[in-house]
Nanobody, 117 residues
Framework: VQLQASGGGLVQAGGSLKLSCAAS????????MGWFRQAPGKEREFVAT????????YYADSVNGRFTISRDNAKNTVYLQMNNLKPEDTAVYYC???????????WGQGTQVTVSS
């Protein structure tokens, strides 16, 4: 499985960005898809996840209410709509995918999100 993330960029605080992550290869093996981020000098942290059938997405407390994760199974793509962005959201954002009974085995290359104050 290969994951290609896109949509990062520079935005002012309070602005919005939408990230996309397209999966290719053995996509039938993908169950969960998610987003993680890593800020300079910090460890990678969980942002949001959603299962294949949609269902209830889960968010980190820091982004709950501002970010929305969604997926289009026909396009093998997961999205992250980010609203009311804050400078502390600045990080490299990674998409990831996992089989149903496994951890995140597949990772994208990351896309930079920079929020200016």
């Amino acid at each position: 499985v290969q994951l290609q993330a896109s949509g990062g960029g520079l935005v002012q605080a309070g602005g919005s960005l939408k990230l996309s992550c397209a999966a290719s290869g053995r996509t039938f093996s993908i169950y969960g898809m998610g987003w993680f981020r890593q800020a300079p000098g910090k460890e990678r942290e969980f942002v949001a996840t959603i299962a294949r059938g949609g269902g209830t997405p889960y968010y980190a407390d820091s982004v709950n209410g501002r970010f929305t994760i969604s997926r289009d199974n026909a396009k093998n793509t997961v999205y992250l709509q980010m609203n009311n962005l804050k400078p502390e959201d600045t990080a490299v954002y990674y998409c990831a995918a996992r089989p149903q009974y496994s951890g995140y085995d597949y990772w994208g290359q990351g896309t930079q999100v920079t929020v200016s104050s």
